[in-house]
């Protein structure tokens, strides 16, 4: 029997963005968070979002809905480009927070995560990756996975419940 202690989210808000638009939908976030906690008993999801000014209210509906977000600082490159790659983050909180759960949930399809969900997995601290798009991440994250281990879900199926329904 699993142990009633926390299982955390942590999410590659870039990744989980561009991936869902990519395969032709955008997410609703609300019920993204909804979901984590049904689905994966998920008490604490942090989200790792690059900061722009102007996007406040988007930060707060996000913290409302039940996100824990993390902020990276961005950078404008040239033709208005932005980058804020929160890998590093991720990872970092992730092993902050390596006492106080029970198990992981890392929501991207970014090979960049490889060691994080090799070694999560290794130390059985693992619950699931949650792969954006199934048809387009990486094959590091698809080595880790096997038919005894199904650590792998795809966001694919979950369009009809998910997505972001705009009136």
Same mark, same amino acid.
């Given at each position: 029997?699993? +142990?009633?202690? !926390?299982?955390?989210?942590? /999410? =590659?808000?870039?990744?989980? %963005?561009?991936a869902?638009?990519?395969? &032709?939908?955008?997410?609703?976030? *609300? *019920?993204?968070?909804?979901?984590? #906690?049904? #689905?994966?008993?998920?008490?604490?999801?942090?989200?790792? $979002?690059?900061?722009? *000014?102007?996007?406040e209210?988007?930060?707060?509906?996000?913290?409302?809905?039940?996100?824990?977000?993390?902020?990276k !600082?961005?950078l404008?490159?040239?033709? &208005?480009?932005?980058?804020?790659?929160? =890998?590093a983050?991720?990872?970092?909180?992730?092993? /902050?927070?390596? !006492?106080?759960?029970?198990?992981? $949930? $890392?929501? +991207?399809? =970014?090979?960049?995560?490889?060691?994080l969900?090799?070694?999560?997995?290794?130390?059985?601290?693992?619950?699931?990756v949650? $792969?954006?798009?199934?048809?387009k991440?990486?094959?590091? @994250? #698809?080595? @880790?996975?096997?038919?005894s %281990?199904?650590?792998? =879900?795809?966001?694919?199926?979950?369009? &009809?419940?998910?997505? @972001?329904?705009?009136?």
């Amino acid at each position: 029997m699993e +142990s009633k202690e !926390p299982n955390y989210a942590f /999410i =590659d808000s870039q990744n989980l %963005n561009l991936a869902i638009r990519d395969a &032709g939908w955008k997410l609703d976030f *609300r *019920r993204f968070r909804t979901y984590l #906690k049904e #689905k994966y008993g998920v008490s604490k999801a942090f989200l790792f $979002i690059g900061y722009l *000014r102007g996007n406040e209210l988007l930060y707060a509906n996000l913290q409302q809905y039940g996100y824990i977000c993390i902020f990276k !600082p961005t950078l404008e490159l040239t033709a &208005g480009r932005v980058k804020g790659n929160v =890998d590093a983050e991720l990872v970092l909180h992730t092993m /902050i927070q390596y !006492p106080n759960f029970n198990k992981a $949930i $890392i929501v +991207s399809g =970014d090979g960049d995560f490889h060691c994080l969900v090799e070694y999560l997995r290794d130390t059985d601290k693992l619950k699931k990756v949650l $792969i954006p798009n199934q048809y387009k991440y990486s094959a590091l @994250l #698809k080595r @880790l996975s096997s038919p005894s %281990n199904n650590i792998l =879900d795809f966001m694919n199926p979950l369009r &009809g419940k998910l997505q @972001l329904n705009r009136k």
